[in-house]
């Protein structure tokens, strides 16, 4: 019994960590995300103000 307390608990230890891991992908994902679709408008703005 005492091992199977100490597998649960080592599983609920490791994907508390994995959910943390993904937690921050998941936030770098939105910035790079948000990074690039600045950059992409600021590109646009210049590519309009040359032909202009």
Known sequence: MLKLAAVLL???ILFG???FVVNVAG???KAAFF???IALA???V???MKKA
């Open 35 to 37: 990074v690039c679709l």
């Open 27 to 29: 936030a770098i994902t």
């Open 46 to 48: 210049m590519k309009a």
């Open 17 to 19: 960590i994995l959910g």
């Open 42 to 44: 600021v590109s646009l």
């Open 10 to 12: 080592a599983l609920m």
